[in-house]
């Protein structure tokens, strides 16, 4: 009996110990707890966040380990598992002034601390982006004020970055580069595959990347992070659920998504799901009656017919539907080891093209139809981490991954029969080893990629009255496409002084791409056959000086290139109405050089201000020019005379600008925060480039208490005259407002927005916002759609 109860005694006493390997994160100033809290181990085998109750369950740290907390608003604190139990399971964190992320991110492949980067880098985490409510990645973007977004429909989203964008912008997912061989020179709208409820946190490198990323790293690197399957920190299962369910007036949006995790102390697993559906968007009330929608096309019986829009406010056809799966097994047998096998899935329902559904043609609408098909993309990949700290490297990164792209056009000109229908799939293989090692305070990195695209191109014609296909023209070469990339780079960093660190890093590319024309028959090209190689070093070189704990200074020189793909290349398409673009097979790669000059400032921790100023020289330039095809300068095209254009190397181009970042904090719970963005660009023979946006910029006023956390903040776009558009744009101005001597120009426009959240106990929060309080009727640079009129948006997120 009295063993028995001692057996017991000890049994419950273990019990307790255990339950209180919980530990509390709270602030040191008013004791709230404090959530979203990162808790991790030195080499992050163990990791995870504060629960809504800031408690996390420690376990599974070994005694010997550190435990490191970081939150953007809190400084970060590093204590031993001794510590930790010594205070009673109680963490406090002290209060930032200013919210400077500072969370260590991937500039190099590698996770390093913000201040010691030369770059300028913006980082946007899931509290932010659960905050913003975005409905698409696109958006979620754009919410870092940092980021222009170009939309030619509802389903879009083309991110511009000092005045880059499409191919010369990379999109990383989880260490897989994005970009393909048919990223086109117009914009691109793939990034909306990417599933924002299940990012954990999105950074945008500015200036080149070439040295790590390679070709297309010249404006910049999207570098999006998704969840981690999550392992335990206890003796027992982690399940934890999210769920959320959103909707918006502007496009009737309906949004529902869940994800769950399941770990346990070596395997754990991550599954997501979401859904969204979009009505018809609804545009401002208020200014620019000219953008309005008065008819649209219906098709009745099968005959076109011309409804008037009983409310011309309403973008008649725009809405679609999307839907997005993501899952995650990972497997980690030791703490040197971590595989993760992950697949998303992404696919939308039919995109109608608004741009292209509201041009006229001798007074009519020009299209019965144009819409794009289903957008599909599936990642697989396999990631392997081993840490054997050895001679040759500290640690290792394996990445393995096949995408698979599918898109689609389908056109079809008013009152016509005549379906053109024009596909393309793209399987993308590529596989990333890096490798890094600490020598003492300096790191060096370096690794080696390789890239294989293989891209088939087909096209039909469907007459709807006679039922029956035609042959039609493919956008791409009908034959063999395959596009190669090989590289290999090696980087390192220096800490030359307690306040002085230097950055450098060097890359080889080599880039090929082999194309054929099995049918020549429709344009009776001068070549049936395009077998292109490039190679190029780049290479940078960065400086960053801390000279007190309030001032950071950085310099940063970099180049870049981009090898064409076989978008610039091999494309047959009409760009514009009345416009046509030809391959051209002698288009050589284009290279960037680059210099960034920054300066962080913190004045009597009441302001802080971040000012990066850059010049780009875009050297062999590829541009949209006037081109010959078989001799003339115009040719029949979709049965219209079409003038010839081709991608060319005009010589060279030059950007530059400026990003402005200011925050103040006069009072704890308060803060403001404002950015602005100034670019310009033109090419050798002085015409604007393309993708160069207007000024823009963001000033948010924010609150937040306890549970209670409001944003109210303006977004403003400065206007674009006529002189400072490029010709590709003029030649659309059915998209633009027209100034007084009757030239196409982009208005300056500024909506008021407010978002708020508040927090349900321990288990959920509620958001509600709306956007364009005064619903102004405006459309950004570049876009084919209007932006919403007001937008009332309301979310619920539950956690289990």
């Not at 011309?306 to 993501?326: C, E, H, L, R, S």
Request: proline share 4%.
């Amino acid at each position: 009996m009295i063993k028995k109860s001692y057996s017991l005694l000890l049994f419950l006493l273990s019990a307790l110990y255990i339950n209180a390997q919980t530990i509390v994160v709270i602030d040191s100033e008013d004791s709230r707890v404090i959530k979203d809290v990162a808790v991790f181990n030195d080499n992050k085998t163990k990791f995870g966040y504060t629960s809504l109750a800031g408690e996390f369950k420690i376990n599974a740290f070994d005694d010997t380990d550190f435990l490191n907390f970081q939150h953007p608003s809190y400084e970060n604190i590093r204590l031993t598992k001794k510590e930790v139990e010594e205070n009673d399971f109680t963490v406090m964190l002290v209060y930032k002034t200013f919210k400077i992320d500072e969370f260590i991110i991937s500039a190099n492949r590698w996770e390093q601390n913000k201040e010691e980067v030369p770059n300028k880098i913006t980082l946007i985490r899931k509290p932010s982006i659960d905050f913003a409510n975005p409905q698409t990645t696109a958006d979620l973007l754009e919410t870092s004020g940092e980021v222009f977004i170009q939309k030619s429909q509802l389903g879009g989203g083309s991110p511009m970055i000092r005045g880059f964008s499409t191919h010369r912008v990379l999109i990383v997912v989880d260490g897989v580069r994005m970009n393909n061989a048919i990223f086109r020179e117009g914009n691109v709208q793939n990034v909306i595959s990417l599933d924002p409820n299940i990012i954990e946190t999105a950074e945008v490198i500015f200036g080149p990347g070439a040295v790590v990323y390679g070709s297309d790293a010249i404006g910049g690197v999207m570098d999006f992070h998704t969840k981690r399957a999550l392992l335990s920190t206890s003796e027992k299962i982690n399940v934890k659920v999210n769920a959320l369910a959103r909707t918006s007036s502007a496009n009737s949006e309906k949004t529902g998504h869940i994800d769950f995790n399941i770990g346990g102390i070596k395997v754990a697993f991550l599954s997501s799901i979401t859904f969204s559906s979009f009505g018809d968007l609804r545009m401002g009330s208020v200014n620019h009656p000219e953008y309005t929608r008065p008819e649209y096309v219906k098709r009745i019986d099968g005959n076109d017919s011309i409804k008037t829009n009983p409310d011309p406010n309403i973008q008649v056809p725009t809405g679609y539907a999307q839907y997005n799966f993501t899952e995650k097994l990972r497997f980690q047998p030791t703490d040197k080891l971590n595989i993760t096998l992950s697949s998303q899935i992404s696919n939308t329902s039919d995109i109608p093209r608004y741009d292209r559904l509201i041009q006229y043609k001798d007074g009519d609408l020009k299209y019965g139809d144009w819409y794009y098909g289903p957008q599909k993309w599936m990642m697989n990949n396999v990631s392997v981490e081993w840490k054997p700290e050895n001679i040759l490297f500290d640690a290792v990164k394996m990445v393995t991954a096949r995408q698979d792209f599918t898109e689609s056009r389908h056109d079809r000109k008013l009152y016509g029969t005549y379906l053109r229908e024009k596909y393309e799939k793209v399987v993308a293989w590529s596989a990333n080893i890096d490798f890094n090692k600490s020598i003492g305070n300096n790191l060096l990195y370096y690794g080696i990629e390789a890239v294989r695209n293989n891209i088939s191109s087909t096209a039909e014609g469907w007459e709807l009255v006679l039922n029956q296909t035609m042959s039609e023209a493919p956008r791409y070469p009908d034959g063999e496409n395959i596009y190669t990339n090989l590289a290999a780079y090696a980087g390192f960093k220096i800490d030359l002084s307690g306040s002085l660190i230097l950055n450098s890093g060097i890359r080889y590319n080599y880039n090929a791409l082999y194309s054929t024309f099995l049918d020549n028959s429709f344009y009776n090209l001068p070549f049936t056959e395009i077998d292109q190689k490039n190679d190029a070093i780049t290479g940078s070189v960065g400086l960053v000086l801390s000279p007190g704990d309030e001032t950071q200074l950085s310099m940063n020189l970099s180049s870049g290139f981009r090898a064409p793909n076989l978008d610039d290349i091999g494309k047959v398409f009409d760009s514009e109405p009345g416009n046509v673009i030809v391959p051209n097979p002698d288009l050589q790669a284009e290279k960037a050089y680059n210099i960034d000059l920054g300066i962080n400032q913190n004045i009597f921790n009441l302001l802080h201000f971040e000012i990066t100023g850059f010049f780009t020289l875009l050297d062999n330039a590829m541009v949209r020019r006037d081109f010959h095809f078989n001799g003339k300068d115009s040719i029949i095209y979709a049965d219209e005379l079409s003038q010839v254009f081709s991608i060319v190397n005009a010589g060279n181009a030059i950007v530059y600008g400026t990003q402005i970042a200011i925050q103040m904090s006069p009072v704890r719970n308060f803060r403001i925060k404002s950015n602005i963005n100034y670019t310009k660009g033109e090419d050798q023979d002085g015409i604007p480039l393309r993708h160069v946006s207007p000024l823009y910029g963001s000033t948010h006023f924010i609150f937040e208490s306890k549970k209670f956390k409001a944003d109210l903040y303006a977004l403003y776009n400065g206007e674009l005259p006529s002189n400072q558009m490029s010709p590709s744009e003029l030649n659309k101005a059915f998209m633009y407002a027209t100034d007084i001597s009757g030239n196409p120009y982009s208005p300056s426009w500024y909506t008021i927005n407010l978002k708020t959240s508040y927090q349900l106990g321990n288990f959920g929060m509620l958001n509600v916002g709306i956007e364009n309080i005064f619903d102004h009727r405006y459309r950004p640079y570049s876009s084919g759609i209007v932006s919403p009129g007001r937008n009332i948006i309301i979310a619920l997120r539950v956690v289990i």
